[in-house]
Nanobody, 127 residues
Framework: QVQLVESGGGLVQAGGSLSLSCAAS????????KAWFRQVPGQEREFVAG????????KYANSVKGRFTISRDNAKNTVVLQMNSLKPEDTAVYYC????????????????????WGQGTQVTVSS
């Protein structure tokens, strides 16, 4: 079964950086929009950043603009979220997701639009 697997989470001090990777296991998601969401216990899963199938379009939550960068390498079938200038409020479980809007130029920011999810990776930012 095709799955998404996140890695790269961990503990970092405020102001530091982390790079999260999302790799496909068992297949590819060619043509799919991919995104990162995050969730704090007791809260709704929220959109962080997304990227269109060919990387031409990106979208970021206002809270992370200028600090986070999403990129993808379709040849490696990976998506990376580079997180800089991390803040304690960035602490959450981060999930990568894929949406079957094949070759869409629109990056969806609603979790209901995404049908494939990774297991999540914990990011903890200490102050």
């Amino acid at each position: 079964q095709v799955q998404l697997v996140e890695s790269g989470g961990g503990l970092v001090q405020a102001g530091g950086s982390l790079s999260l990777s999302c790799a496909a296991s068992g297949g590819t998601f060619f043509g799919y929009t991919k995104a990162w969401f995050r969730q704090v216990p007791g809260q709704e899963r929220e959109f962080v950043a997304g990227i269109s199938w060919n990387g031409a379009s990106t979208k970021y939550a206002n809270s992370v603009k200028g600090r986070f960068t999403i990129s993808r390498d379709n040849a490696k079938n990976t998506v990376v979220l580079q997180m800089n200038s991390l803040k304690p409020e960035d602490t959450a479980v981060y999930y990568c997701a894929a949406a079957q809007f094949v070759m869409s130029t629109v990056v969806q920011a609603t979790k209901e639009d995404y049908g494939y999810w990774g297991q999540g990776t914990q990011v903890t930012v200490s102050s």
